[in-house]
Nanobody
Framework: QVQLVESGGGLVQAGGSLRLSCAAS????????MGWYRQAPGKQRELVAA???????NYADSVKGRFTISRDNTKNTVYLQMNSLKPEGTAVYYC??????????????WGQGTQVTVSS
């Protein structure tokens, strides 16, 4: 089993910055991709950013140029640096990890979510 522990959410004014972290632990053979999704009230969960094991990144158009995703493979940790935050960025942010374990093989795991609130 894989556990994902997120941190770094909170309340910030528009234009401010936050840094989210997500650490994966457990009996992990390897991690392919890690990423961040978000879900605002009344909306579907959407991809924010993802990073593959070779560090290739993918961003939602709405955050390009403002958010940066990175990972530390030695710590099985992914980060999301969020700059120039906007009120529409208010949502619960979820960490996502595709990992290989002996029990489940390749499987997608989710964190519990961390609230990000951007005030105008």
């Amino acid at each position: 089993q894989v556990q994902l522990v997120e941190s770094g959410g909170g309340l910030v004014q528009a234009g401010g910055s936050l840094r989210l972290s997500c650490a994966a632990s457990g009996s992990i053979f390897s991690i392919t991709a890690m990423g961040w999704y978000r879900q605002a009230p009344g909306k579907q969960r959407e991809l924010v950013a993802a990073i593959a094991s070779d560090s290739v990144t993918n961003y939602a158009d709405s955050v390009k140029g403002r958010f940066t995703i990175s990972r530390d493979n030695t710590k099985n940790t992914v980060y999301l640096q969020m700059n120039s935050l906007k009120p529409e960025g208010t949502a619960v942010y979820y960490c996502n990890c595709r990992a290989v374990t002996a029990v489940r093989g390749l499987y997608t795991y989710w964190g519990q979510g961390t609230q990000v609130t951007v005030s105008s």
